[in-house]
Every structure is written in C-alpha cells, then in structure tokens.
C-alpha cells in the first residue's frame, strides 16, 4: 500500500478539537517543574485505510506534514453502521461498512494547521 493512500482524511469534531491542547495534568506539571514546555503533546485524529499498521501511519503523517514529528500512534478500529432507506419499493437495507481512526501524539509546538478549528 502506498503512502498517499494510507490516511483518508482527518476527523474536526469538538472533541477531537479538545485533544489539540494539552491536558491539565500536562499543564500542572509543567507548572510544579516536572515536565518541560517541549513535553506538552497535541493529539490529532485521522480515518485510515483498514489494512493500514501505526508504522505506516506514522511515515504518512510525517510524509503529509513535513514539520511534525510523530511521538505515538494508537489506532481503533470503528464498527459500521447499517442503514435503512425507505424507497417506493419497500425498505432497502445497506451493508454496515466498518472503518478505522488512528489518534496520533506530536509535541504541542507542531500544528497541522489543516485540522485546526
């Protein structure tokens, strides 16, 4: 599989939204001295080709995004929902297509300015 073809497109809800800043314990312990500003980590979601492994996520992103850096990758795979169409010729039942979202970690000071609300 190339590359290009690993990453289908990347997923802006509120709360995928709410994983791009950094968490309060983050925050917090930056504050208290134990974490660095350049430990703080921004956390992107993507739909991705169902055959697709975290290797091959990672080198995509850093392939798309040139100035980020992948620090993790982990990858769920979502169920499909059936649907029902109410046509003139009775109701027609479409097959659930399953798909799957990788969540991938990068420093705070890398943005992918297309997912950005």
Excluded: C
């Excluded at 798309?64 to 649907?83: E, I």
Aim: aromatic content about 6%; charged content about 30%; glycine content about 4%.
């Amino acid at each position: 599989m190339e590359l290009t073809e690993v990453i289908r497109r990347g997923i802006v809800t509120e709360k995928t939204v709410a994983m791009q800043e950094p968490t309060a314990s983050q925050k917090r312990s930056v504050e208290k001295g134990w974490k660095t500003e350049d430990q703080l980590t921004h956390k992107y979601v993507f739909e991705v080709a169902l055959t697709a492994n975290k290797i091959q996520i990672r080198q995509a992103v850093e392939l798309m995004f040139p100035d980020v850096k992948v620090l993790g990758v982990n990858t769920m795979r979502m169920p499909g929902k059936a649907r029902t169409m109410r046509t003139r010729r009775g109701y027609r039942r479409s097959e659930p297509k399953p798909w799957k979202k990788a969540i991938v970690t990068v420093r705070a000071t890398d943005i992918i300015p297309q997912l950005q609300p």
